[in-house]
Structure formats: C-alpha cells, structure tokens
T-cell receptor, first 112, second 114 residues
Framework: RKEVEQDPGPFNVPEGATVAFNCTYS??????FFWYRQDCRKEPKLLMS???SGNEDGRFTAQLNRASQYISLLIRDSKLSDSATYLC?????????????FGTGTRLKVLA | SAVISQKPSRDICQRGTSLTIQCQVD?????MFWYRQQPGQSLTLIAT?????????ESGFVIDKFPISRPNLTFSTLTVSNMSPEDSSIYLC???????????FGPGTRLTVT
C-alpha cells in the first residue's frame, strides 16, 4: 500500500450534489491528518484538520476510520466554487514530525 | 495564519544558471519548509530550513543542488543550482508554528528552465 493514496478523479458532479472522497494511508501510527484544497495554479490551502474521529465545518465533513486506515472528505450541497483539487496529507511518523506526505489529489468539478 | 510571500512569482531561466527564491513571513515561525510540485504532480518535500544551521534534506535532494538559508525566523531562501529543464516546477515554501502541525503555504514560484 502506498503511504498516502487517493483516487485522482475527476469527480464531475452537478451543483447541489453531495460528493465524498477517500484517502487511504499505510502507517497505522499516524495521528493527525489534513485536507488541503488546491486551485489551478495556486498554492494548497488548509481546508480541514482531523485529529480524532472527525471534524465538521459547514458543508464539509472529514471522518477518520483508523481500523481501515482511511479518511474521507464529504462535501454537501456542492457549489461551483468547490471545483478544485483536494489533497490528503498525512504527517510522517514518528509523532511530532512536521514532515508531510501528500496524496496525489482528487480533482473535483462541480457542473452548473 | 501567517502571511507568506515569495519572490519571484515566476521566472524563465536558461539551463546551467541558478535562481534564488525568497520566502518572507510576516511573523516569526518555528518551522519552514521547501516543496517542489512538478507539472501534474503532487507536492514533494525538498528540505526543512533550520534557523541558524544547515537545512535537513529529504532523500533525493542534496545541498549542492538546492542550497537553503534561514538567517532568522521570518525569512528563508532556496537556490536551484545549475538548472536543467527537469527542474521546471513550482517551488513553494510553507511554515508551521511550534506544536502546530498545520502548515501554511506561500504562493509559490513557477520556474521554467529552457
């Protein structure tokens, strides 16, 4: 299994739809996880942090399944502005390291 | 979060030359990192910039090719030396605070080597 793996997509969804992405990771000792959003030709921007079982912020929900070693990102009521690449990030162990391992990203296109 | 700027934002360089990229933060930060994002790829960590000491490089990256300076807690530079077309990438700096695993990225420097 790769250290961090994502479905590259693209996910094409209509406005208003609910979409979910999964990200699997290989190191069972990983404690924290992040989702970043990257727009075309821009830098990644932190979307959500996941330190326990999950996190919710408005239309966005991140969930962690430690037993199966994956995190998911759920976007409800998709907007055109949600179109971007979503990067799953897992800090490299041991705990305390700041070194990030990035997934290859999942591309989302929200269609009018 | 901190405001991070990078200079230059883009450049086109000839092979064999070197380019120094600057990263400036508007507040003191504990950790600074340099990443590379090649076309169509995700981000790869080049090195951790250590204040007052040599940078810590990741596997596949060496100081002779990517010398890094960090003279204080708000500024770092990355030099891409003896460039080849394979160095064409976006180079990004990121920062994190003490005890804070969340990283924030600068706007990136888009480098094209001809």
């Amino acid at each position: 299994r790769k250290e961090v793996e994502q479905d590259p997509g693209p996910f094409n969804v209509p406005e208003g739809a609910t979409v979910a992405f999964n990200c699997t990771y290989s190191n069972s000792a990983s404690q924290s996880f992040f989702w970043y959003r990257q727009d075309c030709r821009k830098e990644p921007k932190l979307l959500m942090s996941v330190y326990s079982s999950g996190n919710e912020d408005g239309r966005f929900t991140a969930q962690l399944n430690r037993a199966s070693q994956y995190i998911s990102l759920l976007i409800r009521d998709s907007k055109l502005s949600d179109s971007a690449t979503y990067l799953c990030v897992v800090p490299r162990t041991p705990p305390g390291t700041y070194k990030y391992i990035f997934g290859t990203g999942t591309r989302l296109k929200v269609l009018a | 979060s901190a405001v991070i700027s990078q200079k230059p934002s883009r450049d086109i360089c000839q092979r064999g030359t070197s380019l120094t990229i600057q990263c400036q933060v508007d507040s003191q930060v504990t950790m600074m990192f340099w990443y590379r994002q090649q076309p169509g790829q995700s981000l790869t960590l080049i090195a951790t910039a250590n204040q007052g000491s040599e940078a810590t490089y990741e596997s596949g990256f060496v100081i002779d090719k990517f010398p890094i300076s960090r003279p204080n807690l708000t500024f770092s530079t990355l030099t891409v030396s003896n460039m080849s077309p394979e160095d064409s990438s976006i180079y990004l700096c990121s920062v994190a605070g003490a005890g804070d695993y969340e990283q924030y990225f600068g706007p990136g420097t888009r480098l094209t080597v001809t």
